[in-house]
Structures are given as C-alpha cells and as structure tokens.
Antibody, heavy 125, light 104 residues
Framework: EVQLEESGGSLVQPGRSLRLSCAASGFSFQDYAMHWVRQSPGKGLEWVSGISWDSVSIDYADSVRGRFTISRDNAKNSLYLQMSGLRAEDMGLYYC???????????????????WGQGTTVTVS | EIVLTQSPGTLSLSPGERATLSCRTSQNVIGNSLAWYQQKPGQAPRLLIYAVSSRATGIPDRFSGSGSGTDFTLTINRLEPEDFSVYFCQQYGMFGQGTKVEIQ
C-alpha cells in the first residue's frame, strides 16, 4: 500500500524552528518528486515547497522562501521540511504529497500530487 | 504571481444532476499543468484530474476536465452522494480558493 506519514508537528513559539518529516512506503520513493502543502483551519490549500527526485530542482512558495528548506533522503525514503523564523501565519496542517510524475522523465516536478499523507499540525503561539 | 479564481463559491445541486465548476487563471497555462482535487472534511485532498483532462487512477469517468489558456472546467456528471464536497483547482504551485458542491 502506498503511504505517506508525516511527523514533527508541534506547538512552537514565534521565531523558533521546527523540522517536519515524512516517511514514504509502498512505492519507489527515489523516482518521484515530492511536495509539502499546508492548510490553515477552515481555509484552502497552500502549496509550500517541492523537490525533484535528485534534489536538483527545488521550489518554494514566496511566503516561505528564505525561511523554509525542503530536503530528502532517498536511502531512508524520507522527505523533510526545515522551518525557521516561524510566524503565526505558518500555522496549519502540513501535508506531505507525492508528485504524479511523468512517464518518460524520472522524478520531475509536475505539481500534480496523487498521494497524500494525513498531515501533521504546526501551531505557532 | 499566478492567481486562480474558482466559481461559483458554492454550487447547490441534487444527486443525479451535473456539476460544472470553473477555474480561471491569471496566466495562460503553459504545457498542461492544471489539476483538480476533491477534499472531504477531515481528509486529505484527493487528486481527480491532472494535465487538464487526465483522470487520476481510480477516478470514476463521471469526472472530466477540460479547458485551455486561462479557462478550465471540472464537470461531474450524474452527481453521486459522495461527490458533495469541496473542489480545488491547481496550477503549478497555486491553488484556487475552492468550490463547495452541496446538496440542494
């Protein structure tokens, strides 16, 4: 079964740092780009960051660029999000998601996400 | 910055009817990076449509996507009870604000 399981969310003070993790299983993690998407309570979806299979291509939303760092460890089938300088507006449920990819090109970022975890909650207060 | 505007905000329909959801982007979609998601309360989003009109694995054929340029549509034929939900469109790293399809 294809699964993504996020962890690391917690209550943190403004300005502090936090690291989220996502453990992948049931698919060839190293062959796909991955993403973080967040959602504030009662609000819509906000894409946060994406990373290609080989970590060469990385993209961030303007709202987190310079404060958040996405990374991955293909040997551990894991995705990470290092968040620093946290603000109240960073609060929400953070989802890890798998990029659907392209048939003929390994692990590129297409932004379409076909597998999602259940999320981990970040509270900044 | 890309802005996606979904309309209507809420769509009230009955089971068996057709739902037509609109997504207008502020920039022409280059390539075909336009996706649609369904999200139910307390659940993660579910990919329905990617590359404008391709159905994701396991998605019933009553869901279809169409459009080009800056105007895109998600159509749900013959609404089933489980289809009443919130739908989001996405272009690259931006999501629309969502359309709620509710039971009339």
């Amino acid at each position: 079964e294809v699964q993504l399981e996020e962890s690391g969310g917690s209550l943190v003070q403004p300005g502090r740092s936090l690291r989220l993790s996502c453990a992948a299983s049931g698919f060839s993690f190293q062959d796909y780009a991955m993403h973080w998407v967040r959602q504030s309570p009662g609000k819509g979806l906000e894409w946060v960051s994406g990373i290609s299979w080989d970590s060469v291509s990385i993209d961030y939303a303007d709202s987190v660029r310079g404060r958040f760092t996405i990374s991955r460890d293909n040997a551990k089938n894991s995705l990470y999000l290092q968040m620093s300088g946290l603000r109240a507006e960073d609060m929400g449920l953070y989802y890890c998601a798998k990029d659907i990819g392209l048939t003929m090109i390994r692990g590129v970022i297409t932004y379409a996400m076909d597998v999602w975890g259940q999320g981990t909650t970040v509270t900044v207060s | 910055e890309i802005v996606l505007t979904q309309s209507p905000g809420t769509l009230s329909l009955s089971p068996g009817e057709r739902a037509t959801l609109s997504c207008r982007t502020s920039q022409n979609v280059i390539g075909n990076s336009l996706a649609w998601y369904q999200q139910k309360p307390g659940q993660a989003p579910r990919l329905l449509i990617y590359a404008v009109s391709s159905r994701a694995t396991g998605i019933p054929d009553r869901f279809s996507g169409s459009g080009s340029g800056t105007d895109f549509t998600l159509t749900i034929n013959r609404l089933e009870p489980e289809d009443f939900s919130v739908y989001f469109c996405q272009q690259y790293g931006m999501f629309g604000q969502g359309t709620k399809v509710e039971i009339q």
